[in-house]
């Protein structure tokens, strides 16, 4: 396990474990659901926890044709997270790991820095491939939840469009987490949004929405989960499916020769 500090914040990855980031703490609060072993080939089970890089897809898809990819499967949650990552570069301020994705030609680097007001993590795509290739990539760190926690954005006034159970129907913001679970995105951009919990504690995500302008959200009481959980999910595309995003045109497409980057800051209240 390799640990980078900033902001009041200790974030602990296990780079041999899909580079997860399995504990975030700051001031003895474990912002993070625990994880633990997980299984090749199914992300949903026990041990879920921490946080991951999901990409090319969330829902398991086949890419349609008109892509340069036509009739590729995607796993469910993609394939980072199960696929051995590369450590770039380490040391007390930073940890930058890569992984090359086995299921589309995309390469991705993330790095992680130590700053005063927290931690930045940073993220570059790229693409060898012989046309424009889909990226639909979130965030998806499982944070721990209870009674009292709520998700907070910028913008409390947008709408939610149900993507589970119910699929593309407007919803209200929920109140707090319920038994079963719940994952919606925003209507329109966001550019932060804090977990907040009972007491006040609160931790922020903020982002650039010209880069990543679509927000998913997820809430679950123990339906997927061992724990209950929120999920702050910036992304690169709206809704859980890439195929579904490539027919609606609301995906970002990975040209080749020209680089992606984007970037989270985190930061707590206390």
Known sequence: MLTVRGGGLAAQVDV?????????????????????????????????????????????CTLPAGTAFPGTVLAD??????????????????????????????????????????????????????????????AHPLFAADAGTRIVPAKPESALIEEYPR????????????????KAFAAEPQSTASVVHGNGDSLTLGWDPMLLPYLGLYWDGGEFTSTPVVAIEPSTAFGDSAALAINEGRIRMLEPGRPFSWWLHVSVTR
């Open 16 to 60: 041999a474990d899909g580079a997860r980031i399995t504990s975030l703490i700051s001031g003895g609060r474990e912002w993070l659901a625990p994880g633990g072993p997980r299984s090749p080939g199914v992300f949903v089970q026990p041990g879920s926890g921490g946080w991951d890089d999901v990409v090319p897809t969330v829902a398991a």
């Open 77 to 138: 949650h993609g394939d980072a997270w199960q696929t051995e990552w590369t450590l770039d570069s380490s040391d007390d301020t930073h940890l930058q790991t890569s992984v090359r994705l086995p299921s589309l030609p995309i390469t991705l680097t993330r790095r992680i820095e130590a700053l005063a007001s927290g931690l930045r993590l940073s993220w570059e795509a790229r693409t060898d491939g012989p046309g424009p290739v889909p990226l639909a990539w979130c």
């Open 167 to 182: 699929d593309r129907v407007p919803r209200d913001w929920p109140d707090a987490v319920g038994s079963a679970a719940v």
